[in-house]
C-alpha cells in the first residue's frame, strides 16, 4: 500500500477509497471510462489533497487508459461533491486520479516467471 502519515490519515484514505468506489460504481456512467477499479489513496498530511490510485481491467492501449484518466479527472469535482456529502469532515480534499500501472507490470512478471519455469 502506499505510505500515509498517521493513523488519521489512514482512516480517511480508507474512507475515501470505499466512498469512492460506491461512487464510481453507481453514479459515473460513462462507457469511456469502463470498469475503473481504486488500487490505492495516499491523502496529503494537511487532508486536502487526494491522490486516487486507478486501475481498468478492460483498457489496453495507452490512449484509452489516458482518456479514461482525463474523463475522470474532469469529474473529480462532481466526485468531490458526492463524497463530501457521504463523508463526516470539515474540507472535502481535492481528488486527483492517476493510473496504477503495477497491476499490468505485475502480470508480465508471473509471465516472465512462468515462462521460466516452463524451460
Known amino acids: ?6 493513523y488519521r490519515t489512514q482512516r480517511i484514505a480508507h474512507e475515501i477509497h470505499k ?3 460506491i461512487i464510481l460504481q453507481h453514479k459515473i456512467d460513462d462507457i469511456r471510462i469502463g470498469i475503473p477499479t481504486i488500487s490505492g489513496v495516499q491523502v496529503s498530511k494537511d487532508l486536502k489533497n487526494a491522490n486516487i490510485f486507478v486501475t481498468f481491467i478492460n483498457k489496453e492501449g ?3 487508459i489516458d482518456t479514461a484518466v482525463m474523463i475522470l479527472q474532469r469529474a473529480s469535482r462532481f466526485i468531490r461533491f458526492l463524497l463530501a456529502n457521504t463523508m463526516c469532515i470539515r474540507v472535502a480534499p481535492i481528488l486527483f486520479f492517476k493510473y496504477d500501472s503495477s ?3 505485475g502480470a508480465k512478471v508471473c509471465s516472465l516467471i512462468s515462462a521460466t519455469e516452463k524451460l
Do not use: A, D, R
Request: proline share 7%; glycine share 0%.
Open 1 to 6: 500500500m502506499y505510505f500515509q502519515h498517521s
Open 19 to 21: 466512498k469512492v468506489s
Open 62 to 64: 495507452p490512449e484509452e
Open 103 to 105: 497491476l499490468i507490470e
